[in-house]
């Protein structure tokens, strides 16, 4: 079993940064994709942004060059950089932890991240 817990979320003015952490314990996996996702009222839950093993990062559209995925493997814990930040990144952001084998995703609770105008 492995267990995910966000942290740093808050309330942030349009255009400040926030820092989200992802603190995972438990099997780790030493081939794995992690990832965040939010999910704002009313929306489906949307990718953000992952990063694998070997560092490859994808990010979702509306994020690329603002946001920055990144991840200590001696910590097991994943980050988020998100700066510029706008009122429609108004989400809940979830971390997701996803180990190649056994094929099972694990996801946190999420952590509130609120932009206001």
């Known amino acids: 079993q492995v267990q995910l817990v966000e942290s740093g979320g808050g309330l942030v003015q349009a255009g400040g940064s926030l820092r989200l952490s992802c603190a995972a314990s438990?099997?780790?996996?030493?081939?794995?994709?992690w990832g965040w996702y939010r999910q704002a009222p009313g929306k489906q839950r949307e990718l953000v942004a992952t990063?694998?093993?070997?560092?490859?990062?994808i990010y979702g559209d509306s994020v690329k060059g603002r946001f920055i995925i990144s991840r200590d493997s001696a910590k097991n814990t994943l980050y988020l950089q998100m700066n510029s930040l706008k009122p429609e990144d108004t989400a809940v952001y979830y971390c997701?932890?996803?180990?190649?084998?056994?094929?099972?995703?694990?996801w946190g609770r999420g952590t509130q991240v609120t932009v206001s105008s």
């Open positions: 438990g099997s780790i996996s030493s081939t794995n994709t």
């Open positions: 990063i694998t093993t070997s560092g490859r990062t």
């Open positions: 997701k932890y996803a180990p190649i084998w056994p094929p099972q995703d694990y």
